[in-house]
């Protein structure tokens, strides 16, 4: 979860405002203020009450220039587990999935090298509990599957992390054997079976879990604070249970609504209740957050973040509220929760806190730092001469210190995707993923590390020569 959702919890319902109906000019005026201080290219969100959606709206435009809307179609990515979730679960209710038995009992090809994987419950899949790992799973490997039946087979030679059920670690690939589950369970392949029991059901007609389906307009990376459109980077999307749903923002509103328990019902209010509960070792419910609020009002999230898209989804049961922001765009920072935040403020009739600003500031920054590195680095090489010349017939060992600072950066950019790894708490990173979303700090990084590199070649040649 990013940092941010420590704002959106301290944005819940405070009072008998929070059930005053906004007015659709409100969350206007507040969006449009957002649109201009945060410069995201698109924009949809949603917000409903009860069994109504309140206000439902696009801003800006997509990568092919159309203004985006209500019904543009977007990925979600991680928003995406509710729906995998709720899948699984009316599959519960009919008695032909069983949520507290092995997983492997219930789906013919899914093996392990390591034993315990034979306690893994269909529970602890949607708990996040199962003991699967970034770590221990080829997770990397596995966005090349075509199917989620070789996904599954994917998972042959991985290990656990934990004993299944005695610790929570979030792992894409929990959802995507839980989706092979609902194949397996129902016969249909995981999209056909969403399509005719949940978004059919809901009226959500302009939903899939496949490009050739619905197709998502290309998104946007931000480079240096200008928006650059981008083909979302190839993997496992299309049927993915853990973050393969393209919808729009009105369609969500109706999945919203049935989320609170209001309209179209998926689930009993017993299996709605289940799917909103966390398990007796984390937070983590099955595709939800329960957290609370001020004064202990209960709110339930979940982001999703791909690589040129981002969104969240928030729903408080208590009073029938639900939240949803989409953006065809992904940088550094995510200001999806801070407008759900203020969308939530808006909703209560109070004054929302600014949203933008942050993501133009600090990119400026990588970019002065890279434009200083590269100045450093001609620098450095102009003066190679005079370094090495200063220091002809010093000792080696007095010398090879002199070389660290200018090698740092390098050695920060063979490490990077560990680095970044270890600060999204073990979640595998690719390079490739690093040239999208992060990208600014990225090229900061490789020019800060070429112009180290060519100063520290450049005055070993001079040093070198002057030997000789």
């Not at 973050?243 to 919203?256: E, K, M």
């Not at 270890?422 to 999208?436: D, E, H, K, P, S």
């Amino acid at each position: 979860m990013k940092a941010t959702l420590i704002g959106l919890v301290a944005a819940i319902l405070l009072g008998p405002a929070a059930s005053a109906a906004p007015t659709t000019t409100s969350f206007d005026d507040y969006l449009a203020r957002v649109m201009h201080d945060t410069g995201l290219p698109g924009l949809a969100v949603v917000v409903t009450e009860g069994d109504r959606v309140v206000h439902a709206a696009g801003y800006g435009s997509d990568s092919e220039g159309a203004p985006v809307t209500a019904d543009t179609p977007m990925r979600i990515a991680s928003v995406s587990k509710s729906f995998t979730a709720t899948a699984v679960m009316t599959l519960v209710e009919d008695g032909r999935i069983a949520l507290d038995e092995p997983v492997a009992d219930q789906v013919p090809g899914f093996t392990m090298a390591d034993p315990r994987f034979t306690g893994v419950t269909v529970r602890h899949l949607l708990n996040q509990t199962s003991g699967f790992s970034d770590t221990t799973i080829d997770v990397t490997g596995l966005e090349s599957a075509g199917s989620l039946a070789d996904h599954t087979a994917g998972l042959a030679p991985a290990s656990l992390a934990a004993d299944p059920g005695t610790r929570y670690e979030y792992c894409n690939a929990n959802y995507d054997l839980a989706a092979r589950l609902v194949e397996v369970a129902s016969g249909e392949a995981f999209g056909d079976y969403l399509a005719r029991h949940v978004f059919g059901p809901l009226g959500m007609t302009r939903s899939a879990v496949s490009a050739a389906d619905v197709r998502p307009a290309d998104g946007y990376n931000s480079v240096f604070g200008a928006w650059v459109s981008r083909p979302e980077l190839p993997g496992f999307l299309d049927s993915s249970g853990a973050g393969g749903v393209i919808t729009t923002a009105a369609d969500l509103g109706r999945w919203l609504i049935s989320q609170t328990g209001h309209g179209t019902r998926l689930l009993s209010p017993e299996g709605l209740r289940t799917t909103h509960t966390s398990s007796a070792v984390a937070d983590y419910a099955m595709g939800w957050i329960p957290e609370d609020g001020p004064g202990g009002v209960p709110l339930l999230v979940h982001p999703g973040n791909l690589f040129t898209y981002t969104a969240v989804q928030a729903v408080v049961p208590s009073t029938g509220q639900g939240f949803a922001v989409l953006a065809n765009s992904a940088a550094l920072q995510d200001d999806t929760y801070d407008i759900l935040n203020g969308l939530i403020a808006v909703a209560q009739g109070r004054d929302p806190a600014p949203a933008g600003g942050g993501r133009q500031v600090f990119e400026l920054v990588l970019g002065l730092v890279a434009l200083v590195a590269a100045g450093l680095g001609v620098l450095g090489v102009r003066r190679s001469r005079g370094w090495a010349r200063r220091r002809a017939g010093t000792p080696a060992w007095r010398v090879a210190p002199r070389f660290v600072p200018v090698l740092a950066p390098a050695v920060v950019l063979a490490a990077y995707p560990d680095l970044v790894s270890v600060l999204m708490n073990g979640r595998a990173v690719t390079w490739a993923q690093l040239t999208y979303f992060a990208v600014p700090l990225t090229i900061t990084i490789v020019v800060a590390a070429l112009a180290g590199a060519a100063t520290a070649v450049a005055r070993l040649v001079r040093l070198r020569a002057t030997v000789h």
